[in-house]
Nanobody, 119 residues
């Protein structure tokens, strides 16, 4: 089992920045990838960014490429999402997820942290 706890959300204005954090605990040695997803009101959950836990390779949704940066600190079992030049359309609940070596999907999820961007 892996437990995930997000933090760092808030209410900001368009153009501002936020850094989201997600701390993992439990069987962290089994983590293969970690990712951020988001769900806006009335919309389906969408992928934002992912990082390979060991190698550090990353990939991003086109909608955030160039504005968001995912990173991790293995010693702290923490993944970050630096979100710059925020837009009102980035308003959503942001969720951290972990995929472990034995699973093909993201099977561990945090409780979410709300990001609201005002225009």
């Amino acid at each position: 089992q892996v437990q995930l706890v997000e933090s760092g959300g808030g209410l900001v204005q368009a153009g501002d920045s936020l850094r989201l954090s997600c701390v993992a605990s439990g069987r962290t040695f089994s983590i293969w990838h970690m990712a951020w997803f988001r769900r806006a009101p009335g919309k389906e959950r969408e992928f934002v960014a992912a990082i390979a836990w060991s190698g550090g390779s990353t990939n991003y949704a086109d909608s955030v490429k160039g504005r968001f940066t995912i990173s991790r600190d293995i010693a702290k079992n923490t993944v970050y999402l630096q979100s710059d030049t925020l837009r009102p359309e980035d308003t959503a609940a942001y969720y951290c997820a972990a995929r472990v070596i034995t699973q093909s999907d993201y099977t561990y999820w945090g409780q979410g942290t709300q990001v609201t961007v005002s225009s």
